[in-house]
């Protein structure tokens, strides 16, 4: 795996842990997690900066090598794009050796947050590249996303859709999550909606989509150290259970990689 970042600060609090080594049956040397709430004090992910620090440790220490820090941009919760660039100087300089952090937003579908985006569009883009992070309000009607899809389409960005095994629109019918990706949305999956940790609907639609092909990304959803953990490796091997390791690593390293170099899809 092949990461560019900026060079750590040294400094007395830096950690300094061992390069975690995965199995050589998995494919990859590390996971890149592109939904991750990692930056302190921004939204319903970690409160403090020690909790933070202890989410980029436990991270790294499952294999995951890069993240992307996406906090949210909601109307309960607003995007300050320099505050949140603040907030992560500040963790790569705390967090273990070998563990890269970039900036992504979520990016509610709603219409000030779309206007938002419209006018500076780098600053909610996924290391201010070509892709988005967005998710659905929980009332959404279809004709939400298509509305956004149509403002990305003509702003030349791809949007990834988050965790839609989450919402009520797509447990019975997928067919219409079939049609926007076809129209050139992604999807990202949730690691803990496979294993069943965040219910057994959403665990169900996860491995129905899955098995159709709509997944593009696995991603963690972390937001703290311990109820919603920012650790991939035993959702990757269940993963692999499921579909294969090769499909796996794609999911879990490969496409998430590809995003973060601003390139296709492999």
């Known amino acids: 795996m092949s990461i560019a970042t900026t060079p750590k600060t040294p400094g007395a609090d830096l950690v300094v842990i061992r390069e975690p080594k995965l199995p050589a049956w998995m494919g990859v040397k590390g996971f890149v997690d592109i939904h991750c709430h990692l930056l302190p004090g921004l939204d319903d992910g970690p409160k403090t900066v020690e909790t933070a620090r202890q989410m ?102 791809t949007p990834i859709l988050a965790h839609p095994e989450r ?47 709509l997944v593009h990304f696995v991603a963690s959803d972390a937001h703290d150290p311990v109820k919603r953990p920012p650790m991939l490796i035993e959702d990757f091997r269940h993963t692999a259970e499921l579909i294969g390791p090769a499909e796996a690593a794609r999911l879990f390293t490969y496409n998430p990689l590809a995003v973060l170099h601003d390139e296709p899809l492999p």
Not at 110 to 133: C, K, M, Q, T
Not at 183 to 212: F, H, K, P, W, Y
Request: proline letters at 5%; aromatic letters at 10%; one cysteine or more.
């Open 56 to 157: 980029a440790i436990a991270a790294y220490a499952s294999g995951t090598m890069a993240a992307v820090a996406t906090p949210h941009c909601s109307f309960r919760y607003p995007f300050e794009p320099a505050k949140a660039r603040g907030q992560l100087k500040w963790l790569e300089t705390q967090g273990p050796q070998g563990f890269s952090i970039f900036l992504g937003c979520e990016l509610q579908l709603n219409d000030e947050s779309l206007r938002l985006f419209r006018d500076h569009p780098a600053d909610y883009a996924i290391n201010a590249g070509g892709y988005v992070l967005i998710e659905l309000m929980p009332q959404s009607a279809p004709a939400n996303l298509q509305h956004g899809l149509r403002l990305f389409s003509e702003l030349g960005y």
């Open 167 to 213: 919402h009520p629109m797509f447990w019975r019918r997928h067919s219409r999550l079939s049609e926007w990706v076809r129209n050139g949305c992604l999807v990202q999956i949730t690691a803990d909606s496979l294993s069943g940790r965040m219910g057994r609907r959403a665990q169900r639609t996860a491995q129905a989509l899955l098995s159709e092909g």
